[in-house]
Nanobody
Framework: QVQLVESGGGLVQPGGSLRLSCAAS????????MGWYRQAPGKQRELVAA???????NYADSVKGRFTISRDNAKNTVYLQMNSLKPEDTAVYYC?????????????????WGQGTLVTVSS
């Protein structure tokens, strides 16, 4: 079974910074894409940033120039460095990982979600 453990959320003032981490563990053998999504109250979940195994990155327009996604393949971990935070960045942030792993004894392509970590930007 594959698990994602997220950390780094919390309360920060506007203009501040936070760094989110998401570590994958368990029966995942080849990770392809890793990403961060967020969901604000009353809104749909949206892509914030994603990074492929080839370290190609993709960002939502609203976070370009402020957020940076990176990954450590040796640790199966993805990071999201968030700078110049705004109140509209307030949301639950979810880690997403895609790759080949074991599910109930079968080798298959998996998409796994983290439990979510709350980021609150407020003065």
């Amino acid at each position: 079974q594959v698990q994602l453990v997220e950390s780094g959320g919390g309360l920060v003032q506007p203009g501040g910074s936070l760094r989110l981490s998401c570590a994958a563990s368990g029966s995942i053998f080849s990770i392809n894409a890793m990403g961060w999504y967020r969901q604000a109250p009353g809104k749909q979940r949206e892509l914030v940033a994603a990074i492929t195994s080839g370290v190609s990155t993709n960002y939502a327009d609203s976070v370009k120039g402020r957020f940076t996604i990176s990954r450590d393949n040796a640790k199966n971990t993805v990071y999201l460095q968030m700078n110049s935070l705004k109140p509209e960045d307030t949301a639950v942030y979810y880690c997403n990982v895609e790759g080949w792993g074991d599910y109930l004894g079968s080798y298959r392509y998996l998409e796994i979600w983290g439990q979510g970590t709350l980021v609150t930007v407020s003065s």
